[in-house]
């Protein structure tokens, strides 16, 4: 990170490519460097248009800076500018060592907590740093905390990617011709990245935060006669009734929501309406063996995770306590939904 | 063990010896029965039970038979008190005292625990002596009673109760291949860890103290176990609140019959919400637990370590709750009664065939 002067000139460029980037400045803050507006009383303002927006798959490592591999689309200057970005900024400012940090503590977990954690979904340490490469892992790892969904490619969004996440903060606003965040902010500017819940947000991006919704971790279970495999996992659209497939002689709960401390009668409506033509399946006492299982196993990872020292216990018990907290949430079921015939997604 | 025989009682093939539990009673023989019983004539009331020197003694002993009081001063030194009885109990509860404020004042607001009731007598050993005999001690005809060589055994919630005959004695018998166990009582976990000073995975969870708002009304849960479970909870309700009584929130071998239990009640009382509150009180559980827990993540005492097993344990209990028996409801008085009538009301609660 580099003097204020050095952070407003480069911002100066942005503008010159198209971008805008008003009223904030890069510092230190509770959830480590974030943006900040350089007055409260004003708004910020930050938007990056389609334009420069760079597909993830049109990035590399380039002694060990990340950069635009082919710049030909972007205006002249722009694949120089990222870089720079990236090194004083993003991957070179804290990026590679928070990833590199937080994925070296994974891998050195217990044994039995990985075979936990690998057990409901939530963690394969094969899959997702084996080592073969280590820079190239990390820079991968980077790259999905910090990309976005936009026009059906996944992209990096360069200023705006800085900003740091909180559940309770708007989403970025996609309406226009490129991403943007605007408005008053009395202390840290921050955007709600996407939809998840306590533990997925710690493994999926490294920090703890108290999600407001609650999906179920992956796992078997004997529902009466019918063997039910309830796949884990958040980021769809919550208010929504889960996908359901049979699969032989399975029924595959998909991404069922457990708990919403904003809606906790739609948890349980939204389970009902999705197995509304399952014979085998009471939605209701489903509902509650997914709970006691989901219980079960993070209760399991906490005794496993009792006298882990260092950060990475203590960030996975917050974790696992953040995901209990949120799995709470609900209560009741929304009748007037239920008798409805088309399926609508109304919460409340 | 020859003089505790002269007196009337039995000891029948046991031993004491350190085991997964701390020191209990096994069998000498494995294949052979053990016979453990202590008539009612040797019962002692924990109230006639004092300190003298820093040993347990009989205050009056002129109840019991002639040289039972100095047996019974050297059985406690020996065995039970002097053992390690005042040594553990003394740890657990200096623990529980140093906790850090913001932990202790969580407890004492859930009612888990509460200094000025646990250590209110004359001198800190005085309170130690009455926490120790609250966890050897049987309750008969409401009065806890002092259960000679019968209280060293220790407690498994998987074990059968205490059995007590109809002569009033207390004793344990039978074939045991390894430790002998009993179940001392129905609790869950946190309340056995904060009665008893030891952690077990209970199949029963009550609900903690708390407060909540349901639907515009105040609700009371006055939580706790220590009651046979198959019961629905007792409600009350005015028009400012309502108080329930130690509800029921999970049964590991029996998991519907919370709920079953919550919503008899309800019927009862012609509310139709049960359903939505019985899931509020789970929530309000949930909650008050995880904060603890944070509360507890970063504190190294022994003590610490030992509430937060509790509590994860006590999540675990809660757990256990899915679906209820719509059909037992309608006929869940008749049940009750015959269930209660088979176990007798001077016994101790145990969990009944559902």
């Known amino acids: 990170m580099g003097s204020a002067a050095d952070w407003h000139a480069f911002l100066d460029e942005f503008r010159a490519f198209g971008g805008r980037a008003e009223n904030v400045m890069q510092r230190k803050g509770a959830f480590g460097l974030g943006l900040f507006p350089i007055d409260p009383a004003k708004p910020v303002d930050l938007f990056v248009p389609d334009e420069l927006l760079v597909p993830i798959d049109n990035l590399e490592l380039q002694d060990e800076t990340l950069v635009i591999k082919d710049d030909s689309s972007f205006p002249d200057g722009y694949g120089d500018w990222f870089r720079r970005y990236q090194i004083n900024y993003s991957w070179g400012a804290e990026g590679r060592q928070n990833i590199l940090a937080f994925e070296e503590g994974l891998k050195g977990l217990p044994a039995p907590v990985q075979q936990l954690m690998k057990g409901v979904g939530l963690y394969n340490a094969d899959n997702r740093f084996p080592g073969e490469d280590v820079e190239k892992e990390l820079m991968q790892r980077f790259i999905q905390t910090r990309c976005i969904n936009r026009k059906d490619r996944r992209v990096i969004m360069p200023i705006i990617d800085l900003l740091n996440h909180a559940p309770a903060a708007k989403a970025y606003d996609m309406s226009g011709n490129g991403i943007g965040v605007a408005g008053l902010h009395d202390g840290e500017v921050l955007v709600k990245y996407s939809v998840s819940d306590p533990i997925r947000r710690l493994i999926g991006y490294g920090f703890n935060a108290p999600e407001t919704l609650g999906f179920s971790l992956s796992f078997r279970l004997q529902h009466r006669d019918q063997m039910v495999v309830v796949q884990g996992g958040g980021g769809r659209q919550p208010m929504k009734p889960c996908g359901i497939e049979i699969k032989d002689d399975r029924v595959v709960i998909k991404q069922p929501l457990l708990a919403s401390s904003t809606s906790p009668k739609m948890p349980r409506t939204l389970l009902i309406k999705a197995c509304r033509n399952l014979e085998s399946i009471d939605a209701s006492e489903l509902f509650e063996q997914i709970h006691q299982r989901n219980t079960q196993a993070l209760v399991q990872m906490l005794r496993e995770l009792q006298n882990l020292e260092g950060d990475i216990g203590h960030l996975l018990r917050t974790g696992c306590l953040d995901q209990l907290a949120a799995l709470s949430h609900h209560f009741g079921q929304r009748d007037d939904l239920l008798s409805e015939k088309p399926a609508t997604s109304t919460a409340t | ?354």
């Open chain 2, 1 to 354: 063990m020859e003089e505790f025989r002269s007196y009337g009682g039995r000891a029948e093939n046991v031993v004491q010896r350190d085991g997964p539990f701390g020191r209990g009673l096994f069998p000498i023989d494995p294949s052979q029965p053990i016979d453990l019983m202590v008539p009612r004539s040797l019962l002692v009331p924990a109230e006639n039970v004092e300190l003298q020197n820093g040993a347990a003694v009989i205050k009056d002993d002129s109840a019991f038979p002639n040289g039972y009081a100095d047996w019974f001063r050297r059985y406690q030194d020996s065995l039970s008190w002097g053992a390690e009885g005042e040594l553990s109990v003394t740890r657990f509860e200096t623990g529980l005292r140093n906790l850090p404020n913001n932990v202790g004042e969580l407890l004492s607001q859930l009612n888990l625990y509460q200094p000025e009731h646990r250590l209110a007598g004359k001198t800190f050993q005085h309170s130690m002596l009455r926490r120790f005999l609250k966890s050897r001690c049987l309750s008969r005809r409401g009065k806890l009673v002092v259960m000679p060589m019968v209280e060293l055994v220790n407690h498994s919630p998987k074990a059968t109760n205490w059995e007590i005959r109809p002569d009033g004695s207390v004793g344990v018998s039978g074939h045991h291949d390894g430790e002998v166990l009993v179940k001392y009582s129905n609790a869950d976990p946190l309340r056995r860890l904060l009665g008893f000073g030891f952690n077990v995975q209970e199949p029963l969870g009550f609900s903690l103290s708390l407060n909540i708002r349901h639907r515009g009304q105040l609700v009371e849960v006055k939580g706790g176990g220590g009651r046979h479970w198959f019961q629905p909870p007792v409600i009350e309700e005015d028009n400012k609140r309502l108080v329930i009584e130690q509800p029921l929130l999970g049964c590991q071998d029996h998991p519907r019959m919370p709920l079953t239990l919550f919503l008899s009640a309800f019927q009862s009382a012609n509310r139709s919400d049960g359903q939505e509150l019985f899931e509020r009180i789970h929530q309000a559980n949930t909650l008050a637990l995880v904060e603890l827990l944070r509360r507890l993540d970063a504190v190294p005492d022994e003590i610490a370590s030992l509430l937060r097993l509790g509590c994860m344990n006590q999540l675990s209990s809660l757990s256990h709750h899915i679906g209820h028996r719509a059909e037992l409801l309608s006929r869940l008085g008749d049940e009750i009664t015959r269930v209660n009538s088979s176990i007798g009301p001077d016994e101790p609660w145990d969990n009944p065939p559902v």
